[in-house]
């Protein structure tokens, strides 16, 4: 029997809740040997981590149910609140299960923790995993292919076992299948918004941080299936991208409020790595050159990746707002998150050049109180119905 | 007592001669067009000063003329003008004052319209937000733009492969586009001269930083510092000027050494060296006096800071080689100090406190530089435990004035002197109870 949306979320909403991840540590515990790498935003090569037996578990702070004690010692006030949030989980042992951590070259702040996380936890392996930012194959490739067989290496030695070339390539072919899932599920609710609440649909990505693959892969189906079959109100809010939210998350209620004060999100950049790749990485060959080759020349855009063509500059959200039939984007950042504040003046140039509408606002993952962006969002709506209808 | 009408900083010859450069190079800048001299700008960490000069061309460096904005309290105004445009409070305010100053004319700091880039020369060494500061110049001036990666040494050290990818980067991304933009051919042996020239002006500026191990310290490695550093964080590495500077100014604190005299301050000479500090982080621009007044007052001497290691980090052995020019460029940027792990940057620190024999470290957590700031609470907890010496934070900004409270922060000095005192006279009672 399928499962009904509301069956599939009350899992997602279990899972998200649980800051203690126990679905990762019964996981690991089912059978000796398994492995559970951390993973900071925006993109790591998951499917390296599968096909050294372990489980990709994305660390994105602690949402707004975690009370942060002792992570605020660590930070000044004028710096975001994910690694504050994710020093906490980690020092009050909700993270001890993980074997390696990763964090991406996404930000100062997220580059400095991966040093932070080598003296704080020294039994933890930590990562700093860079990326390219030059997109040459002789140039670029190369360097990254090495980091991607730096990365295989650590992973075999944590897991005890060789990560082999045949392994990744199954792995690379799941994750092409849970990757193509989520651009269907992005899709349909672009194309049907009112079927698919925003609030749901980041529930379901979230889970996709924290449970295998295959397992995410089924509760996509699922939730497709399921959602296709129910029958929604419609309601006559505009369609939004909400664009800035790459790193530190918005609070639930936030996403909420966008919809209840009456816009439905057509797209958004929560949560990139899951769909990083635009389309299938190359299953045949060498599978490093293929995840190089996938980031180099296939993959999304967002601030902590160098457009080098100026006239490319920010083209990548007018594609998100056509593709998706928008009206008009909502900037939603956190607060001193310098990859998404420097970006944003460049990105709210090229949509005015397209006459495309936008607000703008900041958070922080723990922010309480949602009125005002509730009245900004509103009034965007309403201003976007006008402009619409003159 | 210090002087209270404090006469301008240092006049030493090296001063002198350090100036009439400054100068020189916003002269030559000013008349780039006129001259037919083509302009790359480019930042101060991993910057490619002897690279650039094999195609004539000139070198811009926005953040010192933030620097300079701030040092003559402008940048208040066009840090505003940019937010006023739609550029955040929360960023960086370097990158706000440069485009505030651009909005308003590009008037440089010494008053004069500074000449638009034909090159962006983007070196991303150990800051995330120079690629966005340079990508928004690039909407505004549409120039040619080389984009030079330069791997975070995330595990502390520098790998073949990282050196090889900037080499390789330098060879078929940044070498090209100087000589699409200047015209002129490379020509390695023309490097490899300003390499040598480089690595003649680094010995001496180790020698001077170095100086600090004695007692009394001549320099003051932070205030004095930044003074120091400027022509080798500039656009002046590899040149004839920059060996010279660096030679007289090592000369003038062999002397000041053999003389046992203290730093030179802007109220004359130090007399009386009471505090050895290691300071952590960029100063304050806006107040630099002000600020620098607070420690000279309680006779308070930096004897080594990092921020001094921001543009090329040589006490530990690295110098320009010109037997391995494109190599040598590269380690060079991947081993400026703030692209080092934390752990590095802890135990750099935690040597410069041995060896310089500090009494303690201060930081100076500035609100705009998350490459700086994030995680210098953990620096402050790792280098008392390792230490065993007190450690304070203050917070400021480079040249934000708003960030800048005078009171709070010299309360804090205050404080942590007396916390300084307080753990001296303990350690003495101790040793003498032993
Ligand atoms: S929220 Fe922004 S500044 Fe903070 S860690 Fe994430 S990317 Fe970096
Ligand atoms: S963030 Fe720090 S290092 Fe980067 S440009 Fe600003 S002041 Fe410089």
């Given amino acids: 029997m399928i499962p009904t949306t509301t069956e599939i979320i009350a899992r997602c909403q279990a899972l998200f809740d649980d800051l203690n991840f126990t679905y990762a540590r019964e996981w690991k515990a089912a059978r000796p040997g398994r492995i559970v790498v951390g993973y900071m935003p925006f993109y790591v090569p998951r499917e390296l981590i599968h096909a050294a037996g372990g489980l990709p578990l994305g660390v994105l702070g602690g949402g707004e149910q975690l009370e942060v004690i002792q992570g605020d010692a660590y930070y000044q006030s004028y710096i975001c609140r994910i690694p504050r949030s994710t020093i906490e989980l980690g020092v009050t042992n909700r993270l001890d299960f993980v074997d390696v951590m990763l964090f991406p070259s996404i930000c100062d702040v997220i580059r400095n923790l991966s040093g932070m996380w080598k003296i704080m936890f020294p039994k933890v392996r930590s990562r700093y995993f860079d990326v390219p930012q030059n997109y040459r194959d002789d140039v670029g490739g190369e360097f990254y292919i090495h980091e991607l067989a730096e990365l295989r290496d650590l992973l075999a030695e944590a897991s005890g076992q060789p990560v082999g ?47 295998a693959v295959e397992e995410h892969s089924r509760m996509l ?18 369609r939004v991208v909400v664009t800035g939210a790459f790193c530190e998350q918005p609070p639930l209620n936030l996403i909420k409020s966008i919809e209840l004060s009456g816009c439905y999100i057509v797209d958004d950049d929560f949560m990139l790595v899951n769909r990083w790749e635009r389309s299938d990485v190359a299953e045949a060959g060498d599978p490093l050159a293929n995840l190089a080759d996938a980031y180099l020349h296939n993959s999304g855009d967002t601030s902590a990746k160098y457009e080098p063509d100026q006239a490319k500059k920010g083209l990548y959200l007018v594609e998100a707002v056509k593709r998706t039939r928008a009206e008009g984007v909502i900037f939603a950042s956190p607060s001193f998150c310098d990859p998404a504040l420097l970006e944003r003046p460049m990105l709210q140039q090229v949509l005015a050049a397209h006459d ?35 | 007592m210090t002087n209270p009408n404090p006469s301008p900083a240092i006049k030493d010859s090296s001063m002198l001669k350090q100036k009439a450069m400054i100068a020189g190079n916003y002269g030559k800048l000013e008349t780039a067009a ?92 150990g800051c995330f937000t120079f690629m966005k500061w340079f990508e928004l110049l690039r909407a505004q001036y549409k120039c040619e733009t080389a984009m030079l990666h330069v791997p975070y040494q995330g595990d502390g050290k520098i790998t073949k492969t990282m050196v090889s990818y900037v080499v390789k980067q330098l060879k078929e991304e940044v070498i090209p586009k100087l000589e699409r933009v200047s015209g002129v051919a490379f020509d390695i042996d023309r490097l490899r001269e300003n390499l040598a020239r480089s690595a003649r002006a680094e010995e001496d500026l180790v020698w001077v930083l170095e100086s600090a191990k004695a007692r009394p310290s001549p320099i003051d490695a932070y205030f004095g510092g930044v003074y120091y550093i400027g022509p080798i964080f500039t656009a002046f590495r590899g040149t004839e000027d920059a060996v010279e500077y660096y030679r007289l100014l090592r000369a003038e604190i062999g002397e000041r050494l053999a003389r046992g005299q203290g730093p030179v301050t802007p109220a004359g000479d130090m007399p009386d060296e009471r505090y050895r500090l290691v300071v952590e ?133 205050e404080s942590y002197f007396q916390m300084v005192d307080q753990r001296r006279a303990g350690s003495k009672s101790a040793a003498r109870a032993a």
């Fill in chain 2, 281 to 413: 982080g960029p100063p304050n621009w806006t107040s630099f006096r002000e600020f620098w007044k607070m420690f000279y007052d309680e006779g308070a001497v930096v004897v080594a800071s990092t921020y001094s290691k921001v543009g090329g980090l040589y006490d530990l052995g690295f110098r320009h080689d010109p037997d391995r020019p494109l190599e040598s460029l590269a380690e060079y940027c991947l081993g400026c100090y703030t692209n080092r792990n934390l752990p590095a940057r802890i135990d750099l620190i935690a040597q410069y406190m041995e060896e310089y024999q500090a009494d303690g470290l201060l930081i100076n957590s500035i609100k705009s530089c998350n490459s700086f700031s994030a995680g210098q609470l953990l620096v402050l907890r790792e280098i008392e435990r390792r230490t065993g010496k007190p450690a304070a934070f203050i917070e400021s900004d480079l040249v934000d004035p708003r960030y800048f409270s005078p009171a709070n922060i010299k309360n804090r000095l």
């Fill in chain 1, 165 to 211: 070339d045949d392994a990744l390539r199954a792995s690379i072919a799941l994750y092409n299948e849970n990757r193509a899932l989520v651009r269907e599920v992005y899709a349909f609710r672009a194309r049907q918004p009112w079927q698919a609440p925003s609030a749901e649909v980041y529930l379901l990505m979230r889970a996709g941080m924290i449970v």
């Fill in chain 1, 356 to 390: 495309i509408p936008f607000i703008a606002f900041k958070y922080a993952e723990n922010s309480g109180q949602m009125q005002p962006i509730r009245e900004q969002a509103g009034t965007f709506a309403d201003s976007i119905k006008l402009w619409s209808n003159p």
């Fill in chain 1, 221 to 238: 189906r699922e939730y497709l299936a399921a959602a296709a079959a129910e029958n929604r109100p419609r309601r006559d809010n505009s």
């Fill in chain 2, 34 to 125: 006129a001259d037919g001299r083509k302009v790359a700008a480019t930042f101060v960490p991993g910057n490619l000063n002897e690279l650039i000069m094999c195609f004539d061309m000139l070198n811009n460096l926005p953040e010192i003329n933030a620097i300079q904005n701030g040092m003559r309290k402008k940048t208040g105004g066009y840090i505003m003008e940019a937010e006023k445009r739609g550029h955040s409070e929360d960023v960086c305010t370097y990158v706000k004052a440069d485009l505030g100053m651009i909005a308003k004319g590009n008037i440089g700091p010494d008053g004069q319209k500074l000449p638009d880039p034909d090159l962006l020369l983007l070196s991303y060494t």
